[in-house]
Nanobody, 123 residues
């Protein structure tokens, strides 16, 4: 079983930055692809970014390209989401997920999920 714990969320004004972290409970982390998803208030969960197990392949939603960066530190069993130039529409609960080896955009393709961390961007 892989347990994931997100941190780094908070309240920020538009144009600001946050870095989310997702720590995994097991060293097997280095074998998994990792993804970030978000669920805005009153909306369905949506894909944000994903990273293959090696870190060699990354995917981004069009809405965050050029502003968000996913990265991973396998030695620390941690994946990060650096979020710059934040907008009010980025307000959501952010979740990290782990599963398989390839970067994926569908949430159903991931096996493990964290509890989420709230990001609120004020205008």
């Amino acid at each position: 079983q892989v347990q994931l714990v997100e941190s780094g969320g908070g309240l920020v004004t538009a144009g600001g930055s946050l870095r989310l972290s997702c720590a995994a409970s097991r060293r097997i982390f280095s074998s998994y692809a990792m993804g970030w998803f978000r669920q805005p208030p009153g909306k369905e969960r949506e894909f944000v970014a994903a990273n293959s197990w090696s870190g060699g392949t990354t995917l981004y939603a069009d809405s965050v390209k050029g502003r968000f960066t996913i990265s991973r530190d396998n030695a620390k069993n941690t994946v990060y989401l650096q979020m710059n130039s934040l907008k009010p529409e980025d307000t959501a609960v952010y979740y990290c997920a782990a599963g398989g080896t390839t970067a994926k955009v569908r949430g159903n393709d991931y096996d493990y999920w964290g509890q989420g961390t709230q990001v609120t961007v004020s205008s």
